[in-house]
């Protein structure tokens, strides 16, 4: 039972939250805020700021001349999302099955709490149970008596 619970507390002592940014791509005025919120098509696992592809050159400036002449920056992202895939966004969405990464380290922490209050509760319960363990006077004086023989 004790590994039981062990386990439990380790496993929920490792969750980990999905990293987020409080910057929104679509709200960014600035494209390198913008490029860095952006996987690159041309570098896996790159952001598109970071990217030293000539391909990731020509969309950073494709994207600037979109910006300047006037497209949001909502628009220019679904663009090139629609052209390069819809994986480019760094950030989980906050709707649909991606919304499961914001919510499920928190109920697993509701989770955890639960269960390590339910465990809490149980010990206490055990351990009050020997408290009220009832003694007769006999037993009072048996106890008594043998101390004083031993001391």
Known sequence: MKKFFFVWIFFFSTATFAQTSDVNPADALDPTDLFSHIWSPFCHGISLLECPSSKAEDLRRE?????????????????????????????????????????????????????????????????????????????????????????
Do not use: C
């Not at 480019?88 to 914001?102: F, Q, T």
């Not at 639960?114 to 509760?121: A, I, M, Q, S």
């Not at 149980?122 to 043998?146: C, N, P, T, V, W």
């Open 63 to 151: 994207i600037r001349a979109r910006i300047k002449a006037g497209q949001t920056p909502e628009a220019m992202f679904k663009e090139v999302n629609e052209q390069y895939g819809g994986t480019l966004r760094m950030e989980p969405s906050s709707r649909g099955r991606e919304s499961l990464a914001y919510w499920i380290p928190w109920i697993l922490i509701v989770l955890s709490i639960f269960t390590v209050l339910f465990f809490w509760r149980s010990k206490r319960k055990q351990f009050r149970g020997h408290a009220d363990a009832k003694h007769s006077a006999a037993d009072d004086s048996k106890i008594l008596e043998d101390l004083k023989s031993r001391l």
